[in-house]
Nanobody
Framework: QVQLVEVGGGLVQPGGSLRLSCAAT????????MAWYRQTPGKQRELVAR???????EYADSVKGRFTISRVNAKSTMYLQMNSLKPDDTAVYYC?????????????WGQGTQVTVSA
């Protein structure tokens, strides 16, 4: 049915760059707010960046000026361009899709992709 598939993770040196993508199937992509979250073992999942249906954008303070979120509705795909990467950026990055509803939002998650920043 609904699938969110993240790709693009890997090992990169501090100061390097990486681009993640999240391809969605089974949903009308343009009806969903999209976001990137990340989680380190032993820590809570945190919001990295969000891009809404009308392309309003928010970033976590820790990534402002370094990360860029975007979406291409015609391709049902969201991207996260990550520059000037730091070891603290190491985490599993998850794609999230939410369709607002009055009583019960539709909420979907991808399987995650590992990003490791290390020399």
């Amino acid at each position: 049915q609904v699938q969110l598939v993240e790709v693009g993770g890997g090992l990169v040196q501090p100061g390097g760059s990486l681009r993640l993508s999240c391809a969605a199937t089974g949903i009308i992509f343009s009806d969903y707010h999209m976001a990137w979250y990340r989680q380190t073992p032993g820590k809570q999942r945190e919001l990295v960046a969000r891009i809404t249906i009308n392309r309003s954008i928010e970033y976590a303070d820790s990534v402002k000026g370094r990360f860029t979120i975007s979406r291409v509705n015609a391709k049902s795909t969201m991207y996260l361009q990550m520059n000037s990467l730091k070891p603290d950026d190491t985490a599993v990055y998850y794609c999230n899709a939410v369709r607002p509803r009055t009583f019960s939002n539709e909420d979907y998650w991808g399987q995650g992709t590992q990003v490791t920043v290390s020399a």
